[in-house]
């Protein structure tokens, strides 16, 4: 009986790191990692297929949480079903699911927990809709990137272009990077 971990992270801004340490403590002899977007068809997300490949019977298949074995409730729940007749077990390492104890009601919890789960993502992203509107129409912070300037040094920055001096030019009178000269003409 084999350990097979995968973890995976969504976006270059994460680090699988910490995943694949606690895969390691939890007794995975083989583990897959990538970075790949949640919204990439399961198909295309090569490291998954590769320890897919590699589970045999009786095999335990490890994952830090059940989201990671597919984008949609569904998508879980047949992956589960598929690994669970032939023999192959799913472990998550938040402790919500172990297919080994769950026996036939595996589907049936999986499927609880990946509904909830699927609520849960749908609520952020409502949330954070509604404050990025919010935000918006009261003129509030949307964050990103900040300004490197001030409004007297773009107002100086359009006067002296007006007068016809070179964005080096400017960009040394001002004392702005050619980029922030730039964007405030852009």
Do not use: W
């Amino acid at each position: 009986m084999a350990r097979i971990g995968y973890a995976r992270v969504s976006t270059v801004h994460q680090d699988e790191a910490s995943q694949i340490k606690t895969l390691k403590e939890a007794g995975c002899e083989l583990i897959f990692h990538e970075k790949i977007s949640t919204r990439t068809a399961d198909h295309k997300r090569e490291q998954l297929q590769a320890a897919l490949s590699q589970l045999a019977e009786g095999d335990v298949l490890v994952v830090s949480k059940l989201d990671r074995l597919g984008r949609t409730q569904v998508e879980v729940i047949n992956r589960l079903d598929q690994l669970q007749k032939t023999g192959i077990h799913v472990e998550t390492l938040d402790g919500l699911i172990n297919t080994k104890g769950l026996g036939k009601f595996a589907p049936v919890m999986v499927g609880l927990l990946t509904g909830i789960a699927e609520v849960e993502r749908e609520l952020i992203r409502e949330r954070t809709m509604e404050s990025l509107a919010y935000r918006r129409a009261t003129g509030g912070d949307l964050g990103g990137r900040r300004k490197s300037y001030t409004r007297e040094q773009a107002e100086l920055v359009r006067s002296l272009r007006a007068d016809g001096d070179s964005l080096r030019v400017i960009s040394r009178k001002v004392n702005l990077s050619l980029g922030a000269v730039q964007r405030i003409l852009g």
